[in-house]
């Protein structure tokens, strides 16, 4: 094996838990600190070496020295571009193996016109390239290269996309396009010829003409091989107008003419018929477990993507039924201490599925042994691309935060995070509930400040849950240091934001929550002058956050600030207001001007309360 070292060096390199990801660069400049970020820097990544391969592939004359050993083809220049001019079936060929589309079309029509006759073989080779692309030119890897495609088209494509909600269905099956146009022109077809009409039809959703077709292939006494019998599988199911019932029996019609032609089914023909029986959730359980059984039996051992299947048709997000839930323990039991490689495309959803059962069943333990499962060998390369192996980590650690000791929750914290994943808003959240659970509250200042440096700095969700935490209770005076420093910083990020947005509002929990804090860790001008905001931003104060605030000011002896408690009180029409009153006329030594003030609040609330009154009761006379 030529790569037999390069895989024994990879094997010692393990995911470092104290750094991100390996795919991105080690450069603190360029070393993301959210999802969002993480997502833009791969996809900067993905159009550099893009751009990096149109230019490799536009001047190939320039990148001719191969220094690679053992050679990678991928990183040498590709020629596009055909070399032989005349009109023959090696020019046909040459077409073909460059996937030029049109290109083949217009060479093979040419050699018929010429009356040259096509072999049987290079025929089939067109076929095979037309129907696997749905007789269009097949997509470039890069935008860079799409030069022919006119503004207009694009303009077209555009629109086409809003209409279907933008929302990509693929490539359908053109009905008397080249290839049937070809298919039928040729004067001898075989099984092959057959087969991959069959495949390309089923591959574009043409269900109905698959089938005709294959109705034919056996009128004609010739045999469909395996991947041929899964694509009429897959058609027989996808076919419309038709009852579980029939769509069953077709399905083991079909198994039973594999056994006649002697076609041994393989891995995806039993992957594919799971596949399908998800469509029916309930009424092909016991069927998905008759496949499950016969793939045992003849020897195929199951893939991810067979017990991802599984896992789908029994713990279906609409199904309320609980029969099945002991199935999961059963695949994890056969699963332990395996180590996979790829078999099925969908191989890679095995574990994200296998952890939203563990989510819905809340079994710790489980999610224990799946991700255990997951680090065993190189059983992590099936976390799925994209954001597959984000949802994965977040489902796994918020498990941990809803029933784990909150001191192995911290150390799962320091390991998952950012090493594996950047935790979203409600990550966070969940932990900071799970702190708040185990009377930890002195950590959520940290939880902030990595909340900001993972870009969650102007969520409001989030931002309301650390200062309802911090304000709930009263703490020691260092903690409550602690927790004024932190709320003083929350409150820069509203006033951050509201410059910047200037139709943002403050949220009235949050003017409540700073306040009681800055009472609290003594640090009372900041809090008076919270007081102002709440006028500013037409917020009303609580009941609790007033009597604190006229607990400061009879600690300070000072009148004035507790006749601007009552003012402010007066001035939302509170209730709490008459009885402010009454403390500030007991508990303070006042002039005869403040006492003048007083009783002109306390007459406005009077009348206030009159009014109220009387409108209510014309409305119920009104009635």
């Not at 290079?122 to 860079?144: I, K, R, V």
């Not at 594999?258 to 309930?282: D, G, S």
């Not at 969908?346 to 939203?356: L, P, T």
Request: proline share 4%; glycine share 4%; net charge negative.
């Amino acid at each position: 094996d030529k790569v037999a070292v390069l895989q024994a060096l990879a094997s010692t390199v393990n995911r470092d838990s104290t750094a991100v990801s390996y795919v991105f660069q080690d450069d603190p400049f360029l070393t993301p600190t959210s999802s969002l970020e993480s997502r833009s820097f791969l996809l900067a990544k993905k159009s550099g070496e893009n751009a990096a391969k149109f230019i490799i592939n536009s001047y190939p004359k320039y990148f001719q020295k191969d220094m690679a050993e053992p050679h990678i083809p991928c990183l040498m220049p590709e020629y596009f571009e055909p070399q032989i001019e005349d009109i023959s079936e090696a020019a046909l060929k040459e077409r073909i193996k460059l996937r030029k589309v049109k290109a083949s079309v217009d060479m093979f029509d040419q050699l018929l016109q010429a009356g040259t006759t096509v072999s049987l073989e290079t025929t089939n080779s067109l076929l095979d390239l037309l129907c696997y692309y749905g007789d269009q030119e097949p997509a470039t890897d890069s935008h860079f290269q799409q030069t022919e495609q006119s503004e207009e088209l694009e303009e077209k494509n555009n629109e086409k996309s809003r209409r279907k909600g933008g929302h990509q269905f693929g490539v359908t099956w053109r009905a008397e396009n080249n290839a049937e146009r070809i298919f039928s022109l040729m004067p001898e077809k075989n099984a092959h010829s057959y087969c991959t009409m069959i495949r390309g039809m089923v591959k574009h959703r043409a269900y109905e003409q698959a089938l005709n077709l294959y109705t034919e292939l056996l009128n004609n006494r010739l045999h469909a091989d395996v991947y041929t019998f899964n694509a009429v599988i897959e058609a027989t199911v996808l076919v419309i107008n038709e009852k579980f019932d029939e769509k069953w029996h077709n399905i083991l019609e079909l198994l039973r003419q594999m056994v006649a032609q002697k076609v041994k089914p393989n891995l995806q023909t039993f992957n594919t018929i799971l596949k399908c029986l998800r469509r029916f959730y309930v009424t092909a359980r016991v069927p998905a477990l008759q496949i499950l059984r016969e793939m045992k039996a003849i020897g195929i051992e199951p893939s991810l993507a067979t017990y991802h299947h599984i896992i789908q048709l029994f713990y279906h997000p609409g199904n309320p039924s609980k029969v099945s839930s002991f199935i999961i323990y059963d695949i994890m039991n056969e699963l332990i201490g395996k180590k996979f490689s790829p078999k099925d495309l969908d191989d890679d959803k095995f574990f994200n599925s296998a952890m939203i059962v563990c989510s819905s069943l809340r079994d710790l333990e489980l999610a224990y042994q799946i991700h255990g499962l997951l680090n065993t060998g190189d059983n992590r390369k099936f976390m799925g691309p994209g954001r597959q192996p984000d949802f994965y980590y977040s489902r796994f650690f918020n498990l941990i935060c809803l029933m784990e000791q909150i001191d192995v929750t911290l150390k799962w914290y320091e390991d998952l995070i950012p090493s594996a994943f950047f935790p979203h808003s409600q990550t966070l959240i969940d932990l900071l509930q799970a702190l708040d659970v185990a009377n930890r509250l002195e950590v959520i200042p940290q939880i902030w400040k990595d909340s900001k440096e993972y870009g969650h700095t102007f969520r409001n969700d989030l931002r309301e849950e650390i200062l309802i935490l911090m304000a709930r209770d009263k703490h020691p005076p260092e903690l409550q240091v602690a927790f004024a420093d932190c709320a003083a910083d929350i409150k820069s990020t509203y006033e951050s934001q509201l410059v910047k947005q200037t139709a943002l509002d403050w949220p009235a929990v949050s003017l409540n929550c700073i306040a009681v804090l800055f009472l609290r860790a003594g640090r009372t001008q900041e809090a008076w002058k919270m007081l102002g905001l709440f006028r500013k931003h037409n917020k009303i104060p609580r009941n609790e956050l007033l009597n604190e605030f006229m607990d400061s000011a009879k600690v300070s002896n000072s009148p004035s600030q507790a006749i601007e408690i009552v003012e402010l009180a007066s001035a939302f029409s509170l209730p709490i207001c008459e009885g402010l009153t009454q403390r500030v006329m007991t508990d303070f030594a006042i002039n005869q001007e403040q006492k003048e003030v007083l009783g002109k609040l306390t007459a406005f609330i009077s009348d206030s309360d009159t009014d109220s009154s009387d409108s209510d009761s014309d409305t119920s006379e009104g009635k």
